[in-house]
């Protein structure tokens, strides 16, 4: 079956600090891959997607690549701000005609970053 | 597009009542997913529509769970005879499928506590 392992976290940095969250996945097909973030007290969020291996999903200064050789899309971020604290989930969707585009998540990073 | 909407935002039961959630997605999105999501765990899939045809469920959702989605426009996720392990987010998601995977888009989520 599918399935998505995060790096453990919680994840604590400085304001302006280099971010990875590290994401590997398993899957019986040709997965999309995705990060979504979830706020406090709110729901998720996407961040950003790739639906084919070398894709680059980018968004708000986050980066991911789909790297089908090592099964990863590690989160990536050059300077991080405080605003970013929250929960970030890797997920993927690999779409098959009995299961729809379910999708299938990591168990989140808790990410703090201080001022 | 005023995204995806849920109601109530937080439910409070007593053990053994019944409870029913209420879900608007984005409109004219055709596909309709439900998930539940657990204290410091990733969503897990509970079930989908397409339109108002529901497609799948997952073993997770007992027989205690119901969904629907009547004219393929809302839908309503009812638990009969709660019980304290029900106790979770519930969030909805919606997406407009085309021929590449469809993105799902949540909303934030209905808390529900089983006292």
């Known amino acids: 079956g599918n399935s998505v392992t995060q790096m453990e976290g919680p994840v604590t940095l400085s304001e302006e600090a280099f971010l990875t969250i590290n994401c590997t996945y398993t899957a019986t097909g040709y997965p999309s891959l995705f990060w979504y973030v979830q706020y406090p007290g709110e729901g998720l969020q996407l961040l950003l997607k790739?639906?084919?291996?070398?894709d680059k999903g980018s968004n708000k200064g986050f980066e991911a690549t789909y790297r089908k050789e090592t099964t990863s899309f590690h989160l990536e971020k050059g300077s991080v701000q405080v605003s970013d604290s929250a929960v970030y989930f890797c997920?993927?969707?690999?779409?098959?005609?009995?299961?729809?585009?379910?999708?299938?998540f990591g168990e989140g990073t808790q990410l703090t970053v201080n001022p | 597009d005023t995204g995806v909407s849920q109601n109530p935002r937080h439910k409070i039961t007593k053990r053994g009542q019944n409870v029913t959630f209420r879900c608007d997605p984005i409109?004219?999105?055709?596909?309709l997913y439900w998930y539940r999501q657990t204290l410091g765990q990733g969503p897990e899939f509970l079930t989908y529509?397409?339109?108002?045809?529901?497609?799948?469920k997952s073993r997770l959702l007992s027989d205690r769970f119901s969904a629907e989605r009547p004219k393929g426009s809302f839908s309503t996720l009812e638990i009969q005879r709660t019980e304290q392990g029900d106790s979770a987010m519930y969030l909805c998601?919606?997406?407009?499928?085309?021929?590449?995977?469809?993105?799902?888009?949540f909303g934030p989520g209905t808390r529900l506590t089983v006292l």
């Open positions: 998601a919606s997406s407009l499928v085309t021929g590449a995977a469809d993105t799902q888009y």
């Open positions: 997920a993927l969707s690999d779409r098959q005609e009995t299961s729809g585009s379910r999708l299938t």
């Open positions: 790739a639906t084919k291996a070398d």
């Open positions: 529509f397409q339109n108002e045809a529901q497609l799948e």
């Open positions: 409109s004219e999105h055709n596909r």
